[in-house]
């Protein structure tokens, strides 16, 4: 989803407010620049049919159901922000109808109600779509339990890793972890061979999630991992943090976040070497 969001915000920042221009200026010679307007230009052509609607908190369970028989591609984004605002009740309407719901692109609408909140409660009916080969559906559906505890929600998770799902396997075990899980993440972690850094990151911050969840010195192989192999600064950062909170970040570790490329992890190992006795 290509927004104006970065555009708008420049904007406000500054007196002269070009900031469309000086990336229409770049797209000349950038095609990525190029290829972002474009997207821009489609995303705000699209059709809103925002303007009609009424607050989302004022739908009740029911009229959420309705219009998403009367509206089908109506892809439904605005349902998080409904199930934030809506009562227990209304959304025990629509958690019901998810159940007993067998069309998956419905579900995928339904599922977006609990996309902040989660269900209300685990059912087994809902096994179904986190071991879904569609991977919008799936990760619809393990967003929405990943604060249940449930051991068939656990077996789905062993599932997951054995089957090399490792970040949404990780995911559900944030709520559903026991002792021992940290070598067995670290062995499937071990085994995995891609080069995409959007991959990459993605899982750093199912790991990072998890170990903050769950500090222990146990964790330490799973923060090397992030360390390691992360594209990305701030989860970098973050387990260097997490290995000198636990009193286990390694000399090596320590002399060579002296000079990593991010300036606050740098400043996080100097504060320590000299607080160091």
């Not at 007196?15 to 469309?20: D, E, H, I």
């Not at 349902?79 to 109808?97: E, I, K, T």
């Amino acid at each position: 989803w290509v927004h104006d969001n970065l555009i708008a915000q420049v904007d406000r920042s500054t007196v002269s407010g070009t900031a469309q221009s000086a990336l229409e200026r770049a797209a000349v010679s950038d095609p990525d620049i190029a290829r972002y307007l474009a997207g821009l230009r489609h995303t705000r052509d699209m059709p809103n049919d925002d303007a009609g609607r009424r607050d989302v908190a004022d739908y009740s369970g029911a009229q959420i159901l309705a219009h998403l028989d009367s509206h089908p591609d109506d892809q439904c984004h605005w349902l998080r922000g409904w199930g934030m605002r809506a009562d227990a009740d209304q959304r025990d309407v629509v958690f019901h109808a998810l159940l007993l719901s067998e069309e998956p692109e419905r579900v995928k609408r339904l599922l977006r109600c609990f996309g902040k909140t989660g269900v209300p409660r685990f059912d087994r009916r809902l096994l179904q779509w986190i071991a879904s080969a569609d991977d919008v559906l799936q990760r619809a559906a393990i967003r929405a339990v990943t604060s249940i505890r449930h051991e068939e929600l656990r077996q789905s998770a062993r599932q997951l890793l054995a089957d090399g799902d490792i970040a949404n396997g990780i995911r559900l075990l944030v709520a559903n972890f026991e002792d021992g899980d940290y070598a067995m993440c670290v062995k499937h972690l071990e085994r995995l061979r891609f080069d995409d850094a959007d991959e990459r990151h993605h899982l750093g911050m199912e790991v990072l999630e998890l170990c903050e969840a769950h500090p222990g010195v146990d964790a330490l192989d799973c923060l090397l991992y992030v360390y390691e192999f992360s594209p990305c600064s701030t989860c970098r950062a973050n387990s260097v943090r997490a290995l000198i909170e636990m009193n286990v970040a390694s000399d090596w570790v320590m002399r060579e976040s002296k000079f990593d490329a991010d300036p606050d992890t740098r400043a996080l190992v100097l504060r320590r070497l000299v607080a160091a006795p």
